[in-house]
């Protein structure tokens, strides 16, 4: 299709289909726009001659946004994907992204990441600068993801980086921008200092019981958001270099970036370096590339973000602290941890305030992660003939983290743990990890046109991935105040032989991981006339941790589409795409074990078909143990069968331009543990039982409403709806899905997976409110009858999951003469989360302790009989209400104004006569906006429950682009 287009340089997007195009520099000219997907194993085809469910967000839809992490900008960019941020500590792993629902109960859900041909974890995300990212593809149905083999059930996201042009002159650019970082507000209404003292004087409890009318009435509060947190400075600066001759180009890109956290004592800095090139010979027969990128970071962060046991600690985690310190404390008590265990003696409810204060003091507890990250790629293609051609491409990821945290002698924390008679206390550790991760593939490809109408590929691959990791790690136990310096390795006590031989010794640990896979497969695409297209794509997989019998598997997958705009009854149309596609096929799943954020899942599992592993013990003085797991020689991946069919369409040359996909998804053979009879020893053993699905529909649509030569608006919107089921689990097993679980009996049972439910479906007893007559908290028993005393039978499904429903994204591009609006909201909706919370602050066993929320003002009395907050003194109803009901299970459904950049491009006429060709300045905002009934800090996070969670933050900042 033809069309004219006149495009400024405020990164207007002309959308065709999955595939979005946009021009950086003005243009006025005809041209065929012919846009290209990318696919597996980086596979470009034309979007008209693509099989695939395939989304892919361009570079100018993310550059610019002040995200450490790639994943955050294309958040709400593409339908089906959703992606939440657990953590919003700067550099934090914390990441769930989701294509299509959630594919396993027990092992990975994460989707495969692949960066220029090399697989990576998540962790590599905060390693990248964004502006390197020239292309993110999202794939999705079978047609595209089974070439992946044992890897590719849940989706995979291909990112490329920018390369150089041939025949283009140099090009330096620099771009920077600067900001500040935010806490997001709640709407817990926490009670400040006259009403959290009346409270206590109406219930005889704490400090209020002891205080007259007058002295509550003029009791000042103290902010403690304003102590634990602040507002973090951002700055980020990219210098690019990039051009090419004839036969060679290079894109190079040096880039700083430091954050601050909105948290005292965590930040993120990095220093990246990247250069990517592209050559060939003179006849086109031989082409070559290679992209290496080297990237030291360095992150400051809370002991939680790694430690999930400490999230509802009060100690150690500033949110919690927020919500736990009482309004009418003086911050101006505390001075030092030796001073505050002198005060105060042992850790207690009602200094958590004044111990968090010490907990934040960068002197006393430093937490620190320094990575150097090397990734590299080579291709080199060789032609034969016409039709016939080779490609070797081989990648290597490493890493190297090295972490130093101490807990200071003089700390809080050190002091009070520090035993009788001992005379040094606190504590220092070290650790060191590798990680080597290295890619070989090989492909031969031939293609050929039959008579002009008849195009015909066929490539065969083998692929061998190998990855190696070591670990050490030691801690010092007790420092001397006196000559200790943190990292210096001074202060180490001696060795004290009496009376506790062993008190000061150094305990160590090591560690070795190595796993393997090797592939072998094929894919054949056919073309009729641009008008028919099939693919097909067989694999065999073999995964090291599998017995010998399951080693290997096989998956396989068919896809076909019609370019009806290409016959000839729609020769008159205006259509210039439409697309029908359909595909099936088969992924697996060979991360049966779900991983820690950061840790690649595929180290995990390589024991579980071994029975009765001899494990040795770690440092000295400890005896070998032996492992009671017995094994399981049946276990394999999980494989998943899905059916995709989808529409491509653009009316009047965009006009109107989207994509229709429905999808069923069904995992078979997931991993779960079924119940054993106690006669063996055990009570459970792991086995492939379980099948679950997924059925969806997903819609993209885009309009340019104006495309007139000075004033041009886009509107674009995206969403999904996905509706998941668990049809078949081992006989009698239910899996608690709350973090904080262990059993399924226990009465803090929040969340849970069985057959023909959602996958963490809340299960709870229906909460009714205060009773008219004496307050008490009210609750809907088995029978239909109303109770003060439910009991777990009185549980029931409640329809509810904190897997979202429908996710998606909207907003606009538009220009006016320079200036330039972009504007992306991301939405939610039938999603819920338990407000661990906000259930504490309604305690009323709380009164005295801990700060409330005024919501306790309005409970019942008996002048005040229409309320739904129990009267203060039913604490067993409350309890009941906390741990068996669904009181506080929250809507947290969502729209958030996710990014809006406001700014203006400078005309050619405004810079002639400067060295300067294009330059641009602008403000933005992240998470600026957030309109939800969820009462907590952020209504993001992919989790089941909100507790210790730490919030991403509200962002602005200022930037400008510059290019000479």
Known sequence: MNVKLRVLTAGVLFFTGQAVLAQKKPVDSTKQIDEVVISGYNNKRLLKNSNDAVTTVTPEMIENRPNINALASIQGQAAGLQISFNSGSPGSNKITALIRGVGSISGSTSPLYVVDGIPVSESYFRSINPDDVASSSILKDAAATSIYGNRGSNGVIIITTKSGKYNSALKVGYSANVGVSMLQKHKYNIAGSPETLRLEKDNDAGLGSTLTDEQIANFPTTQWDKIFFRKGFTQNHSLTLQGGGENLSNFTSFNYLDQDGIVANTGFKRMS???????????????????????????????????????ANVLQNPLQGLLTSLPYLDPNVYVSGQQLFDQFGAPSFQIVPYMLMDYLNPRNIPSRFDEFRLTANAMAKYKFTENLSAQFTSGADY????????????????????????????????????????????????????????????????????????????????????????????????????????????????????????????TLNYDYNGRYGISGSIRRDAAYKFAADNKWGTFWSVGARWNIEQEEFMKSSSFGLLKLRASYGTQGNQ???????????????????????????SGYGLNPQLSTTIANEDLRWEVQKQANIGLDFDYKNGLISGTLDVYDKRTNDLYSVSPLSAVTGQYQINGNIGDMYNKGI?????????????????????????????????????????????????????????????????FMVPYLGASPTDGKAQFLDRNGNITNVPTNDDRRWTGKSFIPLYQGGFGLNATYKGVFLDVLFTYAAKVWRADFDLDSLSSPSNIGVFPVTTDLLNAWTPTNTNTDVPVVTDITGADYASTFSDRFLKDASYVRLRNITLGYNFGKDMLRGTPISQLRVYAQAENFLTWSKWRGFDVEGGVSSNQGGFPTPRVVTLGVDVQF
């Open 273 to 311: 370096v990247r250069t990517n090139l592209v050559g060939k010979s003179k006849n086109d027969k031989f082409n070559f590339s290679t992209n290496i990128g080297l990237t030291f970071s360095r992150r400051n962060q809370l002991e939680q973000e790694t430690r999930t046991d400490i999230n």
């Open 399 to 522: 890493s190297n983290e090295s972490r130093l945290f101490a807990r200071a002698p003089w700390s809080y924390l050190a002091v009070s743990s520090r035993p009788a008679n001992v005379e040094f206390g606190g504590i220092e550790q070290r650790s060191d990890t590798k990680d080597l991760a290295l890619t070989n593939v090989l492909r031969v490809t031939y293609e050929k046109t039959f008579a002009d109408k008849h195009h015909l590929e066929v490539s065969a691959f083998t692929e061998y991935l190998k990855y190696h990791r070591t670990s050490s790690a030691f801690t010092q136990n007790g420092l001397d105040p006196k000559t200790w310096v943190v990292g210096a390795g001074t202060g180490w006590p001696s060795f004290i032989p009496t009376p506790s031989p062993g008190l000061y010794r150094p305990t160590i640990q090591a560690n070795k991981n190595d796993a393997g896979l090797f592939s072998y497969f094929g």
């Open 591 to 617: 991360n049966i074990l779900a991983a820690a954020p950061g840790f690649n899942p595929i180290y995990l599992g390589a024991s579980l078909v071994r029975s009765l592993t001899s494990t040795a013990g």
């Open 698 to 762: 997903e819609l993209s649509l885009r309009s340019n409403i104006i495309n007139k030569q000075d004033l041009k608006i886009t509107v674009f919107a995206n969403g999904s709806y996905n509706k998941n089921r668990v049809t078949r689990l081992a006989p009698g097993n239910t899996i608690p899905t709350n973090p904080f679980l262990t059993t399924n009996n226990t009465n803090t049972l929040y969340g849970r997976t069985a057959e023909g439910h959602m996958l963490g479906e809340y």
